[in-house]
């Protein structure tokens, strides 16, 4: 069966990869890795990306897949902290990553993946995959540490092998017949979807232009057919509003798993009325790969049911692999519609944060992940996430969560994009600020915004302050950044 097509083209089969990965596993064993050693990778989406990170599996080592928009100290860092003794680049990447690799005393094998020297170890003889355990370390995932250095969350061939089965009971089927599509970045949660899809022999497709562009998405899904794809939930916003076009097919596209940020629902309801039954919400954390809930696609389409309107702003229900609750500050659960700290307990909750103690132990406790996410849930078991504890907005003594009064913004059809944050206030402590990009073609003023908020919530959380803009500041992977917006509102 064909297994990895770079754009329309067949890069290999899945019984050229498997030899693939055997033999640059074995080039890695001859190199002198030992089971347990790391193997970095640092590249842009590629097929290769798939090959390295199933070679290193054949010789039992665990992969440090590092987000290729990194800077080079930043990349440095975590080659430092894993302690890798191979690196896979892509060269787009990493002629500029050269100067700072220098010095790391464990890093004994640099292999550029367009190289002849990469051809070499394709054409050796093939290695038998060395055993691992279910709990020795898989993946080492660098989370994107907007607070303070990235800590290395170990994720186990447990952890990984429990979010695969659970993405067939929760989120979706899979056969041969099918396509992952890769814009996402591949080593984030799109990567890892890549498991169920190699379980179930499906195509594995990464788009020529390495990264997400609408057009290009449509153009594969077409031609490939029953597409499915990650994407966080600026990237759905973009192929929406690119399907809203005449004449723009989407029947290539099977299912977008959407998650990674919050999903507005005035958006996900949009993005139904255009590309249809496409769509399944997940909610995870790297220390809980892709799976602490997710919200079906029969839930999204459950129209009739009393409570859809809630439930379709809410991220589901626990996925099979896990336990969900919502606790207090001391861990004890607190009651339905009560709002607190998430926590996860299963089989994809993390090993611990590499090398780090004191972080695992302030994480992990009784058995239980501390998300740092909050949120409450319902009667029925489905979760809303409230802001980021450090998001909340604090003015005259009031609590304003942004979530609520960017959920009523973007009912406004002139409104494309909002974010809403606290800005400093002499009076209050903080003020609300809405950042606004209006919807090309279209215009709206602050007048209409409040009028809109005074119709639906309390007079104290609307914004005072309206800045419209032509874009909200994103990270790599389309979150929005609030401490840039925070930052520029502290600048004055
Ligand atoms: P990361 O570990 O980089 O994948 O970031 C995980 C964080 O993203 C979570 O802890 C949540 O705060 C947020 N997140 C992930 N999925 C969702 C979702 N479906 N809705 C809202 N926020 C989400």
């Known amino acids: 069966s064909p297994a990895l097509f770079l754009g ?5 089969d899945y019984g050229e990869l498997a030899r693939r990965a055997g033999a640059i596993g074995a080039a890695l064993i001859r190199e002198g890795m030992e089971p347990g050693d790391r193997a970095a990778l640092f590249m842009t989406n590629r097929p290769q990306f798939l090959e390295v990170l199933f070679s290193a599996w054949y010789a039992g080592l665990a992969v440090v897949p590092v987000n290729a928009k990194l800077h080079p100290k930043e990349v440095r860092y975590i080659l430092e902290n894993s302690g890798a003794r191979a690196l896979f680049v892509s060269r787009d990447v990493g002629n500029a990553l050269e100067p700072q690799l220098s010095g790391l005393e464990s890093l004994s094998l640099i292999v550029d993946v ?29 989370t994107s540490g907007t ?8 994720q186990t061939h447990r952890n990984l092998l429990a979010m695969t089965l659970t993405y067939f009971a929760d989120v979706d089927t899979v056969s041969r017949d099918d ?11 799109a990567g890892m979807y890549a498991f169920p899809h190699v379980l ?12 997400f562009e609408a057009r290009e998405v449509f153009e594969l899904a077409n031609h490939h057919g029953n597409v499915s794809m990650f994407a966080a939930p600026t990237m759905v916003k973009r192929l929406v509003d690119f399907a809203s076009e005449p004449g ?6 099977k299912t977008i798993v959407y998650g990674g940020g919050p999903m507005y629902a005035e958006d996900i309801r949009r993005a139904m009325d255009v590309m249809g039954p496409r769509f399944v919400q997940i909610y995870g954390q790297g220390e809980s790969p892709m799976t602490i809930t997710a919200l079906s696609r029969a839930h999204l389409l459950d129209s009739s049911h009393p409570r859809h309107a809630e439930r379709i702003a809410s991220v589901g229900v ?12 001391d861990g004890h659960p607190v009651p339905p519609g009560t709002t607190g700290e998430v926590l996860v307990r299963g089989d994809t909750v993390m090993k611990g944060y590499w090398r780090n103690e004191a972080a695992t132990e302030k994480t992990i406790r009784d058995g239980w992940l501390f998300t740092g996410d909050v949120g409450r849930l319902d009667g029925d078991g489905f979760l809303t996430l409230m802001d980021r504890s450090k998001d909340l907005i604090i003015s005259g003594g009031a609590n304003i969560y942004p979530r609520e009064v960017e959920e009523v913004l973007l009912r406004h059809p002139a409104v494309h994009e909002v974010s809403v944050v606290g800005g400093p206030h002499p009076e209050w402590g903080e003020e609300v600020v809405a950042f606004v990009v209006v919807r090309p073609g279209s215009t709206v003023d602050g007048g209409q915004l409040d009028a809109l908020c005074l119709d639906a919530i309390a007079r104290f959380k609307r914004p005072r302050v309206y800045r419209f803009v032509d874009a909200l500041p994103k990270n790599n992977y389309g979150k929005v950044l609030k401490t840039e917006l925070r930052a520029l509102l502290q600048s004055g």
């Open 8 to 12: 329309r083209t067949l890069h290999c």
């Open 114 to 142: 367009e190289s002849a020297g990469y051809g070499d170890m394709l054409d050796a003889p093939a290695a038998e995959p060395v055993h691992r355990a279910p709990d020795d370390l898989a993946w080492l995932f660098y």
């Open 147 to 154: 607070t303070g250095q990235p800590k290395g969350v170990m």
């Open 179 to 189: 396509t992952a599509l890769y814009a996402a970045p591949m080593s984030h949660g």
């Open 200 to 211: 179930a022999g499906a195509r594995h497709v990464v788009p020529e232009s390495g990264g």
């Open 248 to 253: 723009v097919d989407c029947s290539g596209i």
């Open 318 to 329: 626990a996925q099979s692999c896990v336990e969900v609750r919502v606790a207090d500050e």
